[in-house]
């Protein structure tokens, strides 16, 4: 019973110790350092919700900016002073001109936003697979920076929102990193979750399995999408401007880094991954600005990604979680876990069951 | 009205070129391994750099540095493939895919590291920009340049691939690789040749861009490479003749779809065409002239 | 002629040829039968250098008194032009080219040209239907013809030993015959013969000597006459009771 307990600290305990530092950096750190981890805390929320959809189904998304974007905007939108709202979109309709809303419920809002346009695109670009899907999820990336620079009325087009209340510190932050962490790492250890590591394996004997194809890719990339939608509200609010190409190519890139370097499937490899890319583009940032070497961060990293993909192509933790978390859990779902995939060294789950 | 739509024809005609040239190089490269090279724009951007240095440092003939773009090119393709996806061969095609990603994104970046973001203007010698006037429509000489030597190289591409040992070694090996080397053919050199041929084209494509729009940037090659492969995809992926027939539609599509309809709905030109991409892809995945193929 | 010895290969992580050795000799057609995944086709494509044998040796000697060679480490694109041609289960032809691009295709590394040109009347004597169908696309063809042609193709390198995949799969019986009566005329003519058959009963009957595979190992060899003799081979794979 030693493992029971040990599992029923365990979380606790690490999400006390979370809020002891987050205390402790807010009380001692300066501004700057502190929108940092900020960013940090979002890039985890990033990536790993990103993780369920790419890591956890196989599905190769590079569209996770744009439900970021969406659920930026439309928290954006819900928070702004009514004032502003005056000054800087005169042609929105009266009813959202009058809606100033808390933080709470606009990220809310913002990630339902973009679970619904997860659910609309998802339910025709899902047929699609490996590469094309990459391909249809970059063009829909690019569809929705279009749209949101001719929306004028509602985003001030290309010139985009700026003057956001500062909302976002870092409780908020933590906070929702540790819901996304949470319900994700319930998923992967849930019957949904192991639906969705066997389509990763193999398609068609998860769909012999019963298990229902179409369902748990859209779960899977809705999922995703809700939580790529609070992080978008989150990022609005902490830069306090939006602008239609701050949701890039190049961010897509560097989540997909995230994963890859992590290991898909693999949690805590995102969130690990997450804080180590943020860490080396924000120490890189300063150099880049005092060499006048712009550019310098992403071409490291994507040296350092064409490494990883060379010499280690499962990633740091390829699908599994360490053993250092995991061993707790072991224990007590003993059974689950070697009948999982995600256990079994290779992740080849499926495959060895037949 | 007619002389408008005249001039909007020949305005997707040039457009329609250069999408074609750069299509081929995806198409080819993918026929043969199975891998969306993202990269590929960028070599349209190298080629346009590379075609700036040679105007700026001396009095190369034109068609001379023309070559000299082409061979460029092809040597910056024949380096990717050498560098970054050999060695991954036989890997899951997303790695494939996110390698590719990672070199696009690698050589943008390296362009605003060596040459700074700052667009610049790109020269091209006066004869090439006389102005003739055909009827209602005009054109500058390098527009006409523009077609008359994209045509030119895809026609020597397509004779090269179907009446050529070469060509048919090509072939074959698109076809499988594994047997195409039961025949004696050297699948490394297949596919470094699909590579040099495919790169050297967008290449030249990045010099007819410069010519064509006058200023240059190190981010230039990666929409309308993005593009290019909606091109390829349209006309079926791994048929070159399908990304020819799939460069020219686009380059009509889209600028018909700018000139014609109300110019509210310009600024949804890159929409339109991604969502032409999304719908071909879930209706028509083998594109107008591809092969029914098995994944 | 060729000797594999104690050939040891993986298929990705599989472990598929657990020390196999056989002997092919000048003028002969030997045949390899066994059950499916006992390792025949791994057996002729670790031959032709497709697959790489991670133990073992492979040695080939084009002519009766020319020097032998080895070839375990050498890339299938070399392996042809040293006289072993494999014609691959499954056909396998270049369904995109045209018949005669596909006999062309078989010749890509030789250079005599006169002697190609022969090569092709002769092929198209052994198969006259492809003659007859020679501009039409490989795909067009009917699976019978198909075979024909991959055998034809690999005969248009002028291999010394041809390494043959199921050549009777899903084929016709009557065709299955007319196939092995070309075997026979093609063995006549001075190309040895290394033959890997679900078809026992037929394969035995043409081969002069034979071994049987199980599960990466050869278990049985003799001449085809012993083998289709032999009780074990009779019950599992003759269909005797």
Same mark, same amino acid.
């Given at each position: 019973?030693?493992?029971?307990?040990?599992?029923?600290?365990?979380?606790?305990? !690490?999400? %006390?110790? =979370?809020?002891?530092?987050?205390?402790? $950096?807010?009380?001692?750190?300066?501004?700057? &350092?502190?929108? /940092?981890?900020?960013?940090?805390?979002?890039?985890?929320?990033?990536?790993?919700?990103?993780?369920?959809?790419?890591?956890?189904?196989?599905?190769?998304?590079?569209?996770?900016?744009?439900?970021?974007?969406?659920?930026?905007?439309?928290?954006?939108?819900?928070?702004?002073?009514?004032?502003?709202?005056?000054?800087?979109?005169?042609?929105?309709?009266?009813?959202?001109?009058?809606?100033?809303?808390?933080?709470?419920?606009?990220?809310?809002?913002?990630?339902?936003?973009?679970?619904?346009?997860?659910?609309?695109?998802?339910?025709?670009?899902?047929?699609?697979?490996?590469?094309?899907?990459?391909?249809?999820?970059?063009?829909?990336?690019?569809?929705?920076?279009?749209?949101?620079?001719?929306?004028?009325?509602?985003?001030?087009?290309? !010139?985009? %929102?700026? =003057?956001?209340?500062?909302?976002?510190? $870092?409780?908020?932050?933590?906070?929702?990193? &540790?819901?996304? /962490?949470?319900?994700?790492?319930?998923?992967?250890?849930?019957?949904?979750?192991?639906?969705?590591?066997?389509?990763?394996?193999?398609?068609?004997?998860?769909?012999?399995?019963?298990?229902?194809?179409?369902?748990?890719?859209?779960?899977?990339?809705?999922?995703?999408?809700?939580?790529?939608?609070?992080?978008?509200?989150?990022?609005?609010?902490?830069?306090?401007?939006?602008?239609?190409?701050?949701?890039?190519?190049?961010?897509?890139?560097?989540?997909?880094?995230?994963?890859?370097?992590?290991?898909?499937?693999?949690?805590?490899?995102?969130?690990?991954?997450?804080?180590?890319?943020?860490?080396?583009?924000?120490?890189?940032?300063?150099?880049?600005?005092?060499?006048?070497?712009?550019?310098?961060?992403?071409?490291?990293?994507?040296?350092?990604? %064409?490494?990883?993909?060379?010499?280690?192509?499962?990633?740091?933790?390829?699908?599994?979680?360490?053993?250092?978390?995991?061993?707790?859990?072991?224990?007590?779902?003993?059974?689950?876990?070697?009948?999982?995939?995600?256990?079994?060294?290779?992740?080849?789950?499926?495959?060895?069951?037949? | 009205?007619?002389?408008?739509?005249?001039?909007?024809?020949?305005?997707?005609?040039?457009?329609?070129?250069?999408?074609?040239?750069?299509?081929?190089?995806?198409?080819?490269?993918?026929?043969?391994?199975?891998?969306?090279?993202?990269?590929?724009?960028?070599?349209?951007?190298?080629?346009?750099?590379?075609?700036?240095?040679?105007?700026?440092?001396?009095?190369?003939?034109?068609?001379?540095?023309?070559?000299?773009?082409?061979?460029?090119?092809?040597?910056?393709?024949?380096?990717?493939?050498?560098?970054?996806?050999?060695?991954?061969?036989?890997?899951?095609?997303?790695?494939?895919?996110?390698?590719?990603?990672?070199?696009?994104?690698?050589?943008?970046?390296?362009?605003?590291?060596?040459?700074?973001?700052?667009?610049?203007?790109?020269?091209?010698?006066?004869?090439?920009?006389?102005?003739?006037?055909?009827?209602?429509?005009?054109?500058?000489?390098?527009?006409?340049?523009?077609?008359?030597?994209?045509?030119?190289?895809?026609?020597?591409?397509?004779?090269?691939?179907?009446?050529?040992?070469?060509?048919?070694?090509?072939?074959?090996?698109?076809?499988?690789?594994?047997?195409?080397?039961?025949?004696?053919?050297?699948?490394?050199?297949?596919?470094?040749?699909?590579?040099?041929?495919?790169?050297?084209?967008?290449?030249?494509?990045?010099?007819?861009?410069?010519?064509?729009?006058?200023?240059?940037?190190?981010?230039?090659?990666?929409?309308?490479?993005?593009?290019?492969?909606?091109?390829?995809?349209?006309?079926?992926?791994?048929?070159?003749?399908?990304?020819?027939?799939?460069?020219?539609?686009?380059?009509?599509?889209?600028?018909?779809?700018?000139?014609?309809?109300?110019?509210?709905?310009?600024?949804?030109?890159?929409?339109?065409?991604?969502?032409?991409?999304?719908?071909?892809?879930?209706?028509?995945?083998?594109?107008?002239?591809?092969?029914?193929?098995?994944? | 002629?060729?000797?594999?010895?104690?050939?040891?290969?993986?298929?990705?992580?599989?472990?598929?040829?657990?020390?196999?050795?056989?002997?092919?000799?000048?003028?002969?057609?030997?045949?390899?039968?066994?059950?499916?995944?006992?390792?025949?086709?791994?057996?002729?494509?670790?031959?032709?250098?497709?697959?790489?044998?991670?133990?073992?040796?492979?040695?080939?000697?084009?002519?009766?008194?020319?020097?032998?060679?080895?070839?375990?480490?050498?890339?299938?694109?070399?392996?042809?032009?040293?006289?072993?041609?494999?014609?691959?289960?499954?056909?396998?032809?270049?369904?995109?080219?045209?018949?005669?691009?596909?006999?062309?295709?078989?010749?890509?590394?030789?250079?005599?040209?006169?002697?190609?040109?022969?090569?092709?009347?002769?092929?198209?004597?052994?198969?006259?239907?492809?003659?007859?169908?020679?501009?039409?696309?490989?795909?067009?063809?009917?699976?019978?013809?198909?075979?024909?042609?991959?055998?034809?193709?690999?005969?248009?390198?002028?291999?010394?030993?041809?390494?043959?995949?199921?050549?009777?799969?899903?084929?016709?019986?009557?065709?299955?015959?007319?196939?092995?009566?070309?075997?026979?005329?093609?063995?006549?003519?001075?190309?040895?013969?290394?033959?890997?058959?679900?078809?026992?009963?037929?394969?035995?009957?043409?081969?002069?000597?034979?071994?049987?595979?199980?599960?990466?190992?050869?278990?049985?060899?003799?001449?085809?006459?012993?083998?289709?003799?032999?009780?074990?081979?009779?019950?599992?794979?003759?269909?005797?009771?």
């Amino acid at each position: 019973m030693m493992g029971w307990n040990r599992l029923r600290w365990f979380f606790p305990m !690490l999400i %006390l110790a =979370g809020a002891i530092l987050v205390f402790v $950096l807010r009380s001692t750190m300066n501004d700057y &350092v502190l929108s /940092i981890v900020c960013f940090t805390g979002i890039n985890i929320i990033l990536a790993v919700s990103l993780n369920v959809t790419n890591g956890f189904t196989g599905l190769f998304s590079l569209g996770h900016p744009a439900f970021m974007a969406v659920g930026g905007y439309v928290a954006a939108i819900l928070t702004f002073p009514v004032a502003r709202k005056a000054m800087l979109l005169p042609a929105l309709p009266a009813w959202l001109a009058a809606q100033q809303w808390s933080l709470l419920p606009a990220l809310i809002l913002g990630g339902l936003g973009a679970t619904f346009a997860a659910f609309r695109v998802g339910f025709s670009v899902l047929r699609l697979k490996g590469h094309y899907l990459a391909v249809a999820t970059l063009g829909f990336l690019i569809i929705l920076q279009v749209l949101i620079t001719n929306l004028e009325s509602y985003t001030r087009g290309p !010139l985009g %929102l700026n =003057g956001l209340p500062m909302l976002t510190n $870092l409780w908020w932050v933590y906070v929702w990193a &540790v819901i996304t /962490i949470y319900v994700c790492w319930k998923v992967k250890h849930s019957s949904l979750g192991r639906s969705m590591l066997a389509i990763r394996e193999n398609e068609i004997a998860a769909e012999c399995l019963g298990i229902p194809l179409a369902r748990t890719r859209i779960m899977s990339f809705a999922l995703g999408a809700f939580f790529a939608g609070v992080a978008g509200g989150l990022w609005a609010h902490l830069v306090t401007a939006i602008t239609p190409t701050t949701f890039s190519v190049i961010m897509a890139f560097n989540l997909v880094v995230m994963v890859v370097v992590g290991g898909s499937g693999s949690i805590t490899g995102a969130a690990f991954a997450a804080v180590m890319l943020t860490v080396v583009v924000e120490v890189l940032r300063p150099l880049e600005e005092s060499l006048e070497a712009y550019g310098i961060s992403e071409v490291i990293v994507a040296i350092g990604l %064409l490494l990883i993909l060379l010499y280690r192509p499962q990633g740091l933790f390829g699908s599994q979680e360490p053993a250092f978390v995991v061993r707790q859990r072991q224990r007590v779902s003993g059974e689950v876990g070697r009948a999982s995939s995600y256990q079994n060294g290779k992740g080849g789950g499926i495959k060895s069951i037949f | 009205m007619g002389g408008y739509i005249a001039q909007q024809l020949v305005n997707g005609l040039i457009l329609g070129s250069m999408y074609a040239l750069v299509a081929i190089g995806f198409t080819m490269i993918y026929g043969i391994i199975r891998l969306i090279n993202f990269a590929h724009g960028d070599i349209v951007m190298i080629g346009a750099f590379v075609t700036l240095g040679l105007v700026i440092s001396g009095k190369i003939p034109f068609p001379v540095i023309m070559i000299l773009v082409f061979i460029a090119g092809a040597l910056m393709g024949i380096l990717i493939e050498r560098a970054a996806f050999r060695p991954m061969r036989g890997a899951p095609q997303v790695t494939g895919f996110i390698t590719s990603l990672a070199i696009a994104i690698l050589l943008q970046n390296l362009g605003i590291l060596l040459l700074t973001a700052q667009p610049r203007n790109f020269f091209c010698p006066d004869y090439l920009q006389t102005i003739f006037n055909f009827g209602p429509v005009s054109l500058r000489a390098i527009d006409f340049s523009i077609v008359v030597i994209a045509v030119v190289l895809m026609v020597f591409l397509v004779l090269l691939v179907r009446f050529t040992r070469l060509g048919m070694a090509m072939r074959a090996t698109a076809e499988n690789l594994n047997v195409a080397r039961l025949m004696g053919i050297n699948i490394n050199r297949t596919i470094m040749l699909a590579f040099a041929i495919g790169s050297g084209l967008a290449g030249v494509a990045g010099m007819m861009w410069g010519g064509k729009y006058g200023q240059i940037d190190p981010l230039l090659g990666f929409v309308p490479g993005l593009k290019a492969f909606v091109a390829a995809v349209i006309g079926g992926i791994g048929s070159i003749p399908g990304a020819m027939l799939g460069g020219y539609l686009l380059g009509f599509g889209e600028v018909l779809f700018v000139g014609l309809l109300p110019p509210i709905y310009s600024s949804y030109r890159d929409a339109f065409v991604f969502t032409t991409l999304i719908l071909i892809l879930l209706v028509l995945p083998t594109g107008l002239l591809g092969r029914k193929t098995e994944e | 002629m060729l000797e594999v010895r104690d050939s040891h290969a993986y298929i990705g992580q599989t472990y598929v040829l657990k020390g196999v050795s056989l002997e092919v000799r000048h003028g002969e057609i030997v045949a390899l039968i066994g059950a499916n995944g006992a390792g025949k086709t791994t057996t002729l494509s670790t031959i032709s250098g497709l697959t790489r044998s991670r133990r073992g040796k492979i040695l080939f000697r084009t002519d009766p008194d020319g020097t032998q060679r080895d070839i375990t480490r050498a890339p299938a694109e070399e392996i042809v032009g040293m006289g072993i041609s494999h014609c691959p289960e499954g056909r396998q032809v270049f369904s995109d080219l045209s018949v005669w691009e596909n006999l062309l295709i078989g010749a890509y590394l030789r250079k005599d040209k006169q002697a190609i040109q022969s090569d092709l009347r002769w092929v198209c004597e052994l198969f006259p239907i492809l003659g007859d169908r020679r501009r039409q696309s490989a795909g067009s063809l009917s699976g019978g013809e198909q075979m024909m042609l991959a055998i034809g193709r690999a005969l248009m390198s002028r291999p010394r030993l041809l390494l043959l995949d199921e050549p009777s799969l899903g084929l016709a019986p009557i065709l299955v015959e007319v196939i092995f009566e070309m075997l026979e005329q093609i063995n006549a003519q001075g190309t040895t013969i290394l033959l890997v058959e679900q078809n026992a009963r037929m394969a035995l009957e043409l081969a002069q000597r034979a071994y049987v595979m199980e599960t990466g190992r050869v278990t049985l060899s003799g001449t085809g006459r012993e083998l289709a003799e032999n009780e074990e081979v009779r019950k599992a794979y003759l269909g005797a009771t």
